[in-house]
Protein backbone atom coordinates (compact mmCIF):
# COMPACT_ATOMS: atom_id res chain seq x y z
CA UNK A 1 0.00 0.00 0.00
CA UNK A 2 1.50 3.57 -0.89
CA UNK A 3 1.63 5.98 2.09
CA UNK A 4 -1.35 8.47 1.87
CA UNK A 5 0.70 11.20 1.05
CA UNK A 6 1.83 9.85 -1.54
CA UNK A 7 -1.88 9.18 -2.92
CA UNK A 8 -2.82 12.60 -2.08
CA UNK A 9 -0.30 13.85 -4.13
CA UNK A 10 -0.84 11.44 -7.10
CA UNK A 11 -4.06 12.55 -7.32
CA UNK A 12 -3.60 16.14 -7.71
CA UNK A 13 -1.31 15.34 -10.56
CA UNK A 14 -3.86 12.53 -12.30
CA UNK A 15 -6.63 15.78 -11.26
CA UNK A 16 -4.49 18.04 -13.91
CA UNK A 17 -4.36 15.28 -16.32
CA UNK A 18 -6.85 16.30 -19.45
CA UNK A 19 -8.64 14.85 -22.17
CA UNK A 20 -10.34 17.12 -24.33
CA UNK A 21 -9.68 21.01 -24.61
CA UNK A 22 -12.67 21.39 -22.26
CA UNK A 23 -12.07 18.84 -19.61
CA UNK A 24 -13.01 20.07 -16.84
CA UNK A 25 -13.45 17.38 -13.25
CA UNK A 26 -16.49 17.55 -12.66
CA UNK A 27 -16.79 18.12 -8.35
CA UNK A 28 -20.11 17.30 -7.90
CA UNK A 29 -21.07 14.67 -5.20
CA UNK A 30 -22.97 11.29 -7.10
CA UNK A 31 -26.31 11.23 -5.42
CA UNK A 32 -26.66 8.89 -2.47
CA UNK A 33 -28.84 5.89 -4.70
CA UNK A 34 -26.28 5.89 -7.26
CA UNK A 35 -24.28 2.50 -7.50
CA UNK A 36 -20.87 1.93 -7.28
CA UNK A 37 -19.56 -1.40 -8.49
CA UNK A 38 -17.31 -3.67 -10.12
CA UNK A 39 -17.16 -6.96 -12.01
CA UNK A 40 -15.60 -10.40 -13.84
CA UNK A 41 -17.05 -13.46 -15.77
CA UNK A 42 -17.32 -17.06 -14.95
CA UNK A 43 -14.76 -18.47 -17.27
CA UNK A 44 -11.71 -15.31 -16.46
CA UNK A 45 -11.90 -16.05 -12.65
CA UNK A 46 -13.03 -19.23 -11.54
CA UNK A 47 -10.43 -21.75 -12.70
CA UNK A 48 -11.55 -24.80 -11.32
CA UNK A 49 -12.59 -26.25 -14.78
CA UNK A 50 -13.13 -29.53 -14.34
CA UNK A 51 -13.98 -29.79 -10.93
CA UNK A 52 -17.12 -31.30 -8.69
CA UNK A 53 -18.45 -32.35 -11.78
CA UNK A 54 -18.52 -29.51 -14.16
CA UNK A 55 -18.56 -30.53 -17.86
CA UNK A 56 -16.17 -28.59 -20.98
CA UNK A 57 -16.96 -25.61 -22.00
CA UNK A 58 -15.87 -23.88 -25.42
CA UNK A 59 -13.53 -21.66 -24.25
CA UNK A 60 -11.83 -24.97 -22.06
CA UNK A 61 -11.74 -26.86 -25.10
CA UNK A 62 -10.41 -24.32 -27.31
CA UNK A 63 -7.62 -23.10 -24.86
CA UNK A 64 -6.42 -26.91 -24.89
CA UNK A 65 -6.99 -28.05 -28.40
CA UNK A 66 -5.37 -24.72 -30.07
CA UNK A 67 -2.96 -22.68 -27.07
CA UNK A 68 -1.78 -20.78 -29.87
CA UNK A 69 -5.11 -18.97 -30.44
CA UNK A 70 -4.04 -17.51 -26.91
CA UNK A 71 -1.38 -14.36 -26.98
CA UNK A 72 0.60 -16.25 -24.32
CA UNK A 73 -0.58 -19.90 -25.05
CA UNK A 74 -2.78 -19.75 -21.52
CA UNK A 75 -5.99 -21.00 -20.65
CA UNK A 76 -8.31 -20.14 -17.40
CA UNK A 77 -7.93 -23.69 -15.60
CA UNK A 78 -6.90 -22.12 -12.49
CA UNK A 79 -7.58 -18.51 -13.60
CA UNK A 80 -8.00 -16.26 -10.36
CA UNK A 81 -8.82 -19.54 -8.46
CA UNK A 82 -12.13 -17.99 -7.49
CA UNK A 83 -14.14 -21.08 -6.99
CA UNK A 84 -11.68 -22.05 -3.86
CA UNK A 85 -11.26 -18.50 -3.15
CA UNK A 86 -14.47 -16.90 -3.44
CA UNK A 87 -14.44 -15.75 -0.29
CA UNK A 88 -10.94 -13.62 -0.52
CA UNK A 89 -12.88 -12.22 -3.64
CA UNK A 90 -15.42 -10.65 -1.69
CA UNK A 91 -13.22 -9.77 1.08
CA UNK A 92 -11.61 -7.20 -1.67
CA UNK A 93 -14.68 -6.09 -2.68
CA UNK A 94 -15.87 -5.38 0.49
CA UNK A 95 -12.40 -3.56 1.30
CA UNK A 96 -13.20 -1.43 -2.19
CA UNK A 97 -17.05 -0.41 -0.47
CA UNK A 98 -18.77 -1.30 -3.86
CA UNK A 99 -22.24 -1.56 -3.98
CA UNK A 100 -22.79 -4.70 -6.48
CA UNK A 101 -20.34 -6.96 -7.63
CA UNK A 102 -21.19 -8.07 -10.98
CA UNK A 103 -20.23 -11.59 -11.83
CA UNK A 104 -21.67 -14.42 -14.56
CA UNK A 105 -22.86 -17.98 -14.06
CA UNK A 106 -20.77 -20.88 -15.56
CA UNK A 107 -23.85 -22.86 -17.69
CA UNK A 108 -21.48 -26.02 -17.38
CA UNK A 109 -21.63 -25.98 -13.73
CA UNK A 110 -24.77 -25.97 -13.05
CA UNK A 111 -26.01 -28.09 -16.03
CA UNK A 112 -23.08 -30.16 -17.10
CA UNK A 113 -25.17 -31.78 -19.95
CA UNK A 114 -26.19 -27.92 -21.01
CA UNK A 115 -29.81 -29.29 -20.33
CA UNK A 116 -31.89 -29.16 -17.13
CA UNK A 117 -32.20 -33.01 -16.98
CA UNK A 118 -29.11 -32.96 -14.89
CA UNK A 119 -28.14 -30.40 -12.05
CA UNK A 120 -25.08 -30.20 -10.72
CA UNK A 121 -25.13 -30.11 -6.51
CA UNK A 122 -21.74 -29.06 -5.82
CA UNK A 123 -22.16 -26.38 -9.23
CA UNK A 124 -25.24 -24.68 -7.30
CA UNK A 125 -23.58 -25.03 -3.74
CA UNK A 126 -20.72 -22.85 -5.19
CA UNK A 127 -22.74 -19.79 -6.04
CA UNK A 128 -25.17 -19.90 -3.25
CA UNK A 129 -22.35 -19.38 -1.20
CA UNK A 130 -20.97 -17.04 -3.01
CA UNK A 131 -24.52 -14.77 -2.87
CA UNK A 132 -24.65 -15.82 1.23
CA UNK A 133 -21.12 -14.11 1.35
CA UNK A 134 -21.79 -11.28 -0.79
CA UNK A 135 -25.13 -10.62 0.99
CA UNK A 136 -23.36 -11.26 4.49
CA UNK A 137 -21.27 -7.93 3.26
CA UNK A 138 -23.95 -6.49 2.09
CA UNK A 139 -23.32 -6.25 -1.41
CA UNK A 140 -25.87 -6.41 -4.12
CA UNK A 141 -25.32 -9.24 -6.29
CA UNK A 142 -25.96 -8.76 -10.50
CA UNK A 143 -25.45 -12.06 -12.22
CA UNK A 144 -25.25 -12.31 -15.84
CA UNK A 145 -26.57 -15.48 -16.77
CA UNK A 146 -23.82 -16.13 -19.97
CA UNK A 147 -20.79 -14.69 -20.13
CA UNK A 148 -19.68 -16.33 -24.06
CA UNK A 149 -18.74 -19.73 -22.08
CA UNK A 150 -21.08 -21.98 -24.19
CA UNK A 151 -21.34 -25.80 -23.14
CA UNK A 152 -19.54 -27.94 -25.42
CA UNK A 153 -22.11 -30.38 -25.61
CA UNK A 154 -24.51 -27.48 -27.35
CA UNK A 155 -21.83 -26.01 -29.33
CA UNK A 156 -21.46 -29.42 -30.95
CA UNK A 157 -25.29 -28.85 -31.97
CA UNK A 158 -24.75 -25.44 -33.66
CA UNK A 159 -24.82 -23.35 -30.39
CA UNK A 160 -26.31 -20.30 -31.37
CA UNK A 161 -26.68 -21.07 -35.15
CA UNK A 162 -29.55 -23.98 -33.98
CA UNK A 163 -32.85 -22.31 -33.59
CA UNK A 164 -33.41 -24.36 -30.71
CA UNK A 165 -30.53 -22.17 -28.80
CA UNK A 166 -33.75 -19.82 -27.71
CA UNK A 167 -35.18 -22.93 -25.39
CA UNK A 168 -32.07 -24.30 -24.40
CA UNK A 169 -31.03 -21.07 -22.67
CA UNK A 170 -34.90 -20.67 -21.78
CA UNK A 171 -34.49 -23.97 -19.74
CA UNK A 172 -31.10 -22.50 -18.67
CA UNK A 173 -32.24 -19.33 -17.15
CA UNK A 174 -35.10 -20.85 -15.42
CA UNK A 175 -33.32 -22.88 -13.89
CA UNK A 176 -31.23 -20.08 -12.74
CA UNK A 177 -34.20 -17.73 -11.77
CA UNK A 178 -35.48 -20.64 -9.37
CA UNK A 179 -32.58 -21.69 -7.77
CA UNK A 180 -31.37 -18.47 -7.21
CA UNK A 181 -33.64 -15.58 -7.96
CA UNK A 182 -34.26 -15.76 -3.63
CA UNK A 183 -30.73 -13.88 -3.48
CA UNK A 184 -30.15 -11.76 -7.09
CA UNK A 185 -32.65 -8.75 -7.84
CA UNK A 186 -30.82 -7.94 -11.03
CA UNK A 187 -29.95 -10.17 -13.81
CA UNK A 188 -29.03 -10.28 -17.30
CA UNK A 189 -29.31 -12.38 -19.74
CA UNK A 190 -26.29 -11.87 -22.25
CA UNK A 191 -23.00 -10.00 -21.94
CA UNK A 192 -22.25 -8.27 -25.19
CA UNK A 193 -24.36 -10.41 -27.89
CA UNK A 194 -22.80 -8.82 -30.98
CA UNK A 195 -19.32 -9.80 -29.99
CA UNK A 196 -20.63 -13.07 -29.14
CA UNK A 197 -22.48 -13.29 -32.93
CA UNK A 198 -19.24 -11.48 -34.89
CA UNK A 199 -16.50 -14.12 -33.57
CA UNK A 200 -19.37 -16.96 -33.00
CA UNK A 201 -18.06 -18.95 -36.61
CA UNK A 202 -14.86 -19.83 -37.12
CA UNK A 203 -12.01 -17.53 -38.62
CA UNK A 204 -14.30 -15.03 -38.42
CA UNK A 205 -16.47 -16.06 -41.55
CA UNK A 206 -19.43 -14.93 -41.19
CA UNK A 207 -20.34 -13.77 -44.55
CA UNK A 208 -23.17 -11.14 -43.56
CA UNK A 209 -24.96 -14.01 -42.91
CA UNK A 210 -24.49 -16.41 -39.80
CA UNK A 211 -23.86 -12.85 -37.65
CA UNK A 212 -27.59 -12.02 -38.33
CA UNK A 213 -29.31 -15.74 -37.22
CA UNK A 214 -27.04 -15.95 -34.49
CA UNK A 215 -28.22 -12.25 -32.72
CA UNK A 216 -31.62 -13.22 -34.26
CA UNK A 217 -31.44 -16.26 -31.83
CA UNK A 218 -30.74 -14.83 -29.04
CA UNK A 219 -32.74 -12.00 -28.80
CA UNK A 220 -35.48 -14.04 -28.94
CA UNK A 221 -33.96 -16.14 -26.37
CA UNK A 222 -33.10 -13.23 -24.27
CA UNK A 223 -37.30 -12.31 -24.75
CA UNK A 224 -38.25 -15.67 -24.18
CA UNK A 225 -36.17 -15.77 -20.83
CA UNK A 226 -37.19 -12.33 -19.68
CA UNK A 227 -40.94 -13.24 -20.28
CA UNK A 228 -40.35 -16.40 -17.92
CA UNK A 229 -38.98 -14.13 -15.50
CA UNK A 230 -42.05 -11.94 -15.61
CA UNK A 231 -44.47 -14.70 -15.73
CA UNK A 232 -43.18 -16.98 -12.97
CA UNK A 233 -40.46 -15.21 -10.81
CA UNK A 234 -41.53 -11.58 -10.79
CA UNK A 235 -44.13 -11.60 -8.38
CA UNK A 236 -42.39 -13.00 -5.73
CA UNK A 237 -38.66 -12.31 -6.03
CA UNK A 238 -39.21 -9.00 -7.18
CA UNK A 239 -35.95 -8.61 -9.41
CA UNK A 240 -35.23 -6.78 -12.31
CA UNK A 241 -34.14 -8.56 -15.69
CA UNK A 242 -32.19 -6.67 -18.79
CA UNK A 243 -29.65 -7.59 -21.21
CA UNK A 244 -25.73 -6.13 -21.22
CA UNK A 245 -25.27 -4.36 -24.70
CA UNK A 246 -21.98 -3.08 -25.85
CA UNK A 247 -21.03 0.10 -27.96
CA UNK A 248 -17.97 2.45 -28.70
CA UNK A 249 -19.14 5.81 -28.27
CA UNK A 250 -19.57 7.36 -31.86
CA UNK A 251 -18.58 10.71 -33.31
CA UNK A 252 -19.06 12.44 -36.47
CA UNK A 253 -15.51 12.69 -38.19
CA UNK A 254 -16.47 16.27 -39.25
CA UNK A 255 -19.68 18.39 -38.77
CA UNK A 256 -20.51 17.73 -42.35
CA UNK A 257 -24.36 16.18 -42.85
CA UNK A 258 -23.20 13.18 -44.56
CA UNK A 259 -20.90 12.55 -41.80
CA UNK A 260 -23.69 13.09 -38.72
CA UNK A 261 -26.31 10.60 -40.95
CA UNK A 262 -23.05 7.84 -40.85
CA UNK A 263 -22.56 8.13 -37.65
CA UNK A 264 -26.36 7.87 -36.49
CA UNK A 265 -25.55 4.45 -39.43
CA UNK A 266 -23.22 2.94 -37.09
CA UNK A 267 -24.89 3.35 -34.14
CA UNK A 268 -27.93 1.85 -35.26
CA UNK A 269 -25.71 -0.93 -36.51
CA UNK A 270 -24.12 -1.62 -33.94
CA UNK A 271 -26.12 -0.76 -30.58
CA UNK A 272 -29.58 -0.31 -32.33
CA UNK A 273 -29.33 -4.12 -34.06
CA UNK A 274 -29.43 -5.46 -30.24
CA UNK A 275 -30.88 -2.20 -28.49
CA UNK A 276 -34.41 -1.64 -30.89
CA UNK A 277 -35.90 -5.14 -30.89
CA UNK A 278 -35.06 -4.88 -27.08
CA UNK A 279 -36.67 -1.83 -26.45
CA UNK A 280 -38.52 -0.73 -29.63
CA UNK A 281 -39.39 -4.03 -30.58
CA UNK A 282 -38.26 -4.54 -34.09
CA UNK A 283 -34.66 -3.85 -35.69
CA UNK A 284 -33.59 -0.65 -36.98
CA UNK A 285 -35.11 0.69 -39.94
CA UNK A 286 -31.78 1.46 -41.44
CA UNK A 287 -30.83 -2.19 -40.82
CA UNK A 288 -34.43 -3.50 -42.31
CA UNK A 289 -34.07 -1.18 -45.67
CA UNK A 290 -30.12 -1.20 -46.19
CA UNK A 291 -29.79 -5.36 -45.58
CA UNK A 292 -32.80 -5.70 -47.62
CA UNK A 293 -31.83 -3.26 -50.68
CA UNK A 294 -28.20 -5.59 -50.59
CA UNK A 295 -29.55 -8.64 -50.21
CA UNK A 296 -32.37 -8.32 -53.51
CA UNK A 297 -29.18 -6.52 -55.33
CA UNK A 298 -27.19 -9.53 -54.68
CA UNK A 299 -30.00 -11.84 -56.45
CA UNK A 300 -31.69 -13.19 -53.40
CA UNK A 301 -35.66 -13.83 -52.47
CA UNK A 302 -35.56 -12.45 -49.35
CA UNK A 303 -33.00 -10.21 -46.62
CA UNK A 304 -29.95 -11.85 -45.49
CA UNK A 305 -31.80 -9.90 -41.89
CA UNK A 306 -34.32 -12.16 -40.25
CA UNK A 307 -37.94 -10.84 -39.75
CA UNK A 308 -39.69 -11.04 -36.35
CA UNK A 309 -43.06 -12.17 -35.93
CA UNK A 310 -45.21 -10.05 -34.64
CA UNK A 311 -45.91 -12.53 -31.65
CA UNK A 312 -41.79 -12.82 -31.30
CA UNK A 313 -41.77 -8.27 -31.58
CA UNK A 314 -44.44 -8.27 -29.00
CA UNK A 315 -42.28 -10.43 -26.42
CA UNK A 316 -38.77 -8.47 -27.71
CA UNK A 317 -40.89 -5.39 -26.73
CA UNK A 318 -39.34 -3.65 -23.28
CA UNK A 319 -37.72 -6.98 -22.27
CA UNK A 320 -34.85 -5.21 -20.22
CA UNK A 321 -36.27 -3.42 -17.08
CA UNK A 322 -32.53 -0.89 -17.45
CA UNK A 323 -29.92 0.31 -20.02
CA UNK A 324 -26.95 -2.17 -18.97
CA UNK A 325 -23.91 -0.76 -21.50
CA UNK A 326 -20.55 -1.66 -21.45
CA UNK A 327 -18.40 0.86 -22.83
CA UNK A 328 -14.44 1.14 -23.28
CA UNK A 329 -13.43 3.83 -25.86
CA UNK A 330 -14.43 5.93 -28.53
CA UNK A 331 -14.20 6.31 -32.43
CA UNK A 332 -14.84 9.21 -35.28
CA UNK A 333 -17.35 8.29 -38.29
CA UNK A 334 -16.81 8.89 -41.73
CA UNK A 335 -19.37 8.64 -44.88
CA UNK A 336 -18.00 6.51 -47.24
CA UNK A 337 -19.23 5.20 -50.96
CA UNK A 338 -21.48 3.13 -51.03
CA UNK A 339 -19.61 -0.44 -51.09
CA UNK A 340 -20.26 -2.21 -54.07
CA UNK A 341 -22.29 -5.49 -54.37
CA UNK A 342 -19.58 -8.42 -54.01
CA UNK A 343 -18.96 -11.97 -52.69
CA UNK A 344 -19.06 -12.70 -49.55
CA UNK A 345 -21.02 -10.00 -48.78
CA UNK A 346 -20.03 -8.66 -45.12
CA UNK A 347 -22.02 -6.62 -42.68
CA UNK A 348 -19.31 -4.07 -42.46
CA UNK A 349 -20.51 -3.59 -46.72
CA UNK A 350 -24.30 -3.31 -45.21
CA UNK A 351 -23.08 -0.78 -42.60
CA UNK A 352 -21.33 1.59 -45.51
CA UNK A 353 -19.80 3.89 -43.32
CA UNK A 354 -16.28 3.47 -41.58
CA UNK A 355 -14.74 4.50 -38.51
CA UNK A 356 -11.22 5.20 -37.06
CA UNK A 357 -9.33 6.81 -33.76
CA UNK A 358 -6.89 9.50 -34.43
CA UNK A 359 -3.17 8.75 -34.66
CA UNK A 360 -3.17 11.50 -31.96
CA UNK A 361 -5.62 9.63 -29.60
CA UNK A 362 -4.05 8.66 -26.27
CA UNK A 363 -3.10 4.20 -27.20
CA UNK A 364 -3.90 1.59 -24.10
CA UNK A 365 -2.04 -1.74 -24.67
CA UNK A 366 -4.98 -3.32 -26.94
CA UNK A 367 -6.11 -2.36 -30.01
CA UNK A 368 -9.45 -0.03 -30.56
CA UNK A 369 -8.76 0.75 -26.63
CA UNK A 370 -7.69 4.64 -26.75
CA UNK A 371 -7.92 6.50 -24.13
CA UNK A 372 -11.29 9.29 -25.19
CA UNK A 373 -13.38 8.88 -22.06
CA UNK A 374 -15.42 12.40 -23.22
CA UNK A 375 -17.51 10.31 -26.17
CA UNK A 376 -19.27 8.89 -23.01
CA UNK A 377 -21.54 11.85 -22.66
CA UNK A 378 -22.47 12.13 -26.71
CA UNK A 379 -22.88 7.94 -26.20
CA UNK A 380 -25.70 8.24 -22.93
CA UNK A 381 -27.43 10.96 -24.60
CA UNK A 382 -27.80 8.83 -27.97
CA UNK A 383 -29.45 5.91 -25.50
CA UNK A 384 -31.01 8.28 -23.91
CA UNK A 385 -32.90 9.61 -27.20
CA UNK A 386 -33.73 6.64 -28.71
CA UNK A 387 -35.11 4.40 -25.91
CA UNK A 388 -37.07 6.36 -24.26
CA UNK A 389 -34.70 7.48 -21.43
CA UNK A 390 -34.21 4.46 -19.47
CA UNK A 391 -32.32 4.05 -16.45
CA UNK A 392 -29.02 3.16 -17.88
CA UNK A 393 -26.08 1.33 -15.45
CA UNK A 394 -22.48 1.39 -17.04
CA UNK A 395 -21.89 -2.76 -16.45
CA UNK A 396 -18.55 -2.42 -17.61
CA UNK A 397 -15.69 0.01 -18.04
CA UNK A 398 -11.90 0.28 -17.54
CA UNK A 399 -8.62 0.28 -19.40
CA UNK A 400 -5.66 -2.46 -19.67
CA UNK A 401 -2.32 -2.59 -19.07
CA UNK A 402 0.22 -5.27 -19.64
CA UNK A 403 2.66 -5.06 -16.56
CA UNK A 404 0.07 -5.07 -13.75
CA UNK A 405 1.91 -2.73 -11.67
CA UNK A 406 0.47 -1.10 -8.60
CA UNK A 407 0.93 2.19 -9.48
CA UNK A 408 -1.85 2.57 -12.15
CA UNK A 409 -1.64 5.64 -12.39
CA UNK A 410 -3.10 5.90 -16.05
CA UNK A 411 -6.51 3.68 -14.81
CA UNK A 412 -7.42 5.95 -11.88
CA UNK A 413 -7.26 9.06 -14.47
CA UNK A 414 -9.29 6.70 -16.72
CA UNK A 415 -11.76 5.74 -14.28
CA UNK A 416 -12.21 9.26 -12.80
CA UNK A 417 -12.47 11.04 -16.13
CA UNK A 418 -15.51 8.60 -17.16
CA UNK A 419 -17.31 9.09 -14.29
CA UNK A 420 -16.27 13.03 -14.35
CA UNK A 421 -17.92 12.56 -17.82
CA UNK A 422 -20.82 10.43 -16.46
CA UNK A 423 -21.66 13.48 -13.83
CA UNK A 424 -21.96 15.88 -16.34
CA UNK A 425 -24.38 14.12 -18.37
CA UNK A 426 -26.74 13.06 -15.70
CA UNK A 427 -26.74 16.89 -14.31
CA UNK A 428 -26.30 19.23 -17.17
CA UNK A 429 -28.75 16.17 -19.91
CA UNK A 430 -30.35 15.17 -17.32
CA UNK A 431 -30.05 11.53 -18.47
CA UNK A 432 -30.65 8.75 -16.01
CA UNK A 433 -27.28 6.79 -15.04
CA UNK A 434 -27.81 5.13 -12.44
CA UNK A 435 -24.69 2.92 -11.69
CA UNK A 436 -21.06 2.45 -12.75
CA UNK A 437 -19.08 -1.10 -12.67
CA UNK A 438 -15.77 -1.07 -13.30
CA UNK A 439 -13.90 -4.18 -15.46
CA UNK A 440 -12.46 -5.46 -13.37
CA UNK A 441 -11.83 -5.85 -9.47
CA UNK A 442 -8.53 -7.75 -10.31
CA UNK A 443 -7.11 -9.02 -13.28
CA UNK A 444 -8.45 -12.08 -14.90
CA UNK A 445 -7.71 -14.40 -18.24
CA UNK A 446 -8.58 -11.46 -20.82
CA UNK A 447 -9.91 -14.22 -23.39
CA UNK A 448 -7.22 -14.07 -26.69
CA UNK A 449 -4.95 -11.94 -24.48
CA UNK A 450 -4.65 -14.27 -21.94
CA UNK A 451 -2.44 -12.96 -19.15
CA UNK A 452 -1.01 -10.39 -20.95
CA UNK A 453 -3.61 -7.72 -20.57
CA UNK A 454 -4.74 -6.38 -17.02
CA UNK A 455 -7.77 -4.73 -15.96
CA UNK A 456 -7.76 -5.14 -12.19
CA UNK A 457 -7.56 -2.65 -9.53
CA UNK A 458 -5.97 -5.52 -7.68
CA UNK A 459 -3.11 -7.46 -9.20
CA UNK A 460 -2.99 -11.13 -9.15
CA UNK A 461 -0.21 -13.04 -9.06
CA UNK A 462 -0.43 -15.56 -11.60
CA UNK A 463 2.55 -16.96 -10.92
CA UNK A 464 2.06 -17.99 -7.48
CA UNK A 465 -0.56 -20.87 -6.03
CA UNK A 466 -2.61 -18.57 -3.72
CA UNK A 467 -3.18 -16.24 -6.64
CA UNK A 468 -2.65 -13.66 -4.23
CA UNK A 469 -4.37 -10.16 -4.50
CA UNK A 470 -2.92 -7.26 -3.99
CA UNK A 471 -4.66 -3.14 -4.25
CA UNK A 472 -3.25 -1.40 -6.67
CA UNK A 473 -3.55 2.66 -6.86
CA UNK A 474 -6.55 2.44 -8.48
CA UNK A 475 -8.23 -0.02 -5.69
CA UNK A 476 -7.74 2.96 -3.45
CA UNK A 477 -9.03 5.39 -5.57
CA UNK A 478 -11.90 4.05 -6.57
CA UNK A 479 -12.47 3.15 -2.46
CA UNK A 480 -12.26 6.59 -2.19
CA UNK A 481 -14.65 7.00 -4.91
CA UNK A 482 -17.19 4.22 -3.12
CA UNK A 483 -16.78 5.84 0.43
CA UNK A 484 -17.28 9.39 -0.59
CA UNK A 485 -19.35 9.69 -3.62
CA UNK A 486 -16.85 12.38 -4.62
CA UNK A 487 -14.25 12.06 -7.69
CA UNK A 488 -11.37 14.63 -6.16
CA UNK A 489 -9.09 13.24 -3.21
CA UNK A 490 -7.79 16.73 -2.10
CA UNK A 491 -8.94 19.69 0.62
CA UNK A 492 -11.70 21.08 -1.63
CA UNK A 493 -13.33 17.79 -1.73
CA UNK A 494 -16.78 17.23 -3.25
CA UNK A 495 -19.78 20.36 -4.00
CA UNK A 496 -23.02 18.57 -2.82
C1 LIG B 1 -16.01 -8.36 -21.96
C2 LIG B 1 -15.06 -8.78 -20.86
C3 LIG B 1 -13.65 -8.42 -21.26
C4 LIG B 1 -13.57 -6.92 -21.40
C5 LIG B 1 -12.18 -6.36 -21.69
C6 LIG B 1 -15.71 -6.98 -22.50
O1 LIG B 1 -15.99 -6.96 -23.86
O2 LIG B 1 -17.34 -8.45 -21.54
O3 LIG B 1 -15.23 -10.15 -20.65
O4 LIG B 1 -12.70 -8.91 -20.37
O5 LIG B 1 -14.41 -6.54 -22.46
O6 LIG B 1 -11.73 -6.72 -22.94
Known amino acids: ??????????????ASYSFADDYVLNRKRFPPNFLFGAATSAYQVEGAWNEDGKSVSTWDN????????????????????????YKED????????????????????????????????AGVTYYKNLLRELRANGIE?????????????????????????????????????????????????????????????????????????????????????YRIYEKRFKATQDGRVGIVLDSYSFVPGSDSAENITATETTYQFELGWFANPVFNGDYPEIMKSRIGARSRAEGRKSSR???????????????????????????LVVAIEDPPISYPPSRDQDMGVTNYQPDEWENSTMNGMKVAPWGIRPLLNWINDHYNQPDIIITENG????TGTLQDVKRVSLIQSYLSYIRDTMEQDGVNVIGYTVWSIMDNFEWTQGYSQKFGLYNVDF???NRTRT???????YKNVCQTRCLIVDDYGCID
Open 1 to 14: MISILKFAVLMVFI
Open 62 to 85: TTHADPDSIADGSNGDVACDSYHK
Open 90 to 121: VAILKETGVNHYRFSLAWTRILPTGFPDQINQ
Open 141 to 225: PFVTIYHWDMPLTLQERNGLLNESFIDWFADYAAVCFDLFGDDVKIWTTFNEPKGTCLFVVPNNKTEGSLEYICAHNVLRAHAKA
Open 305 to 331: LPEFTEAEKVALNGSADFFALNTYSTS
Open 399 to 402: TPDN
Open 463 to 465: SSP
Open 471 to 477: PKLSAQY
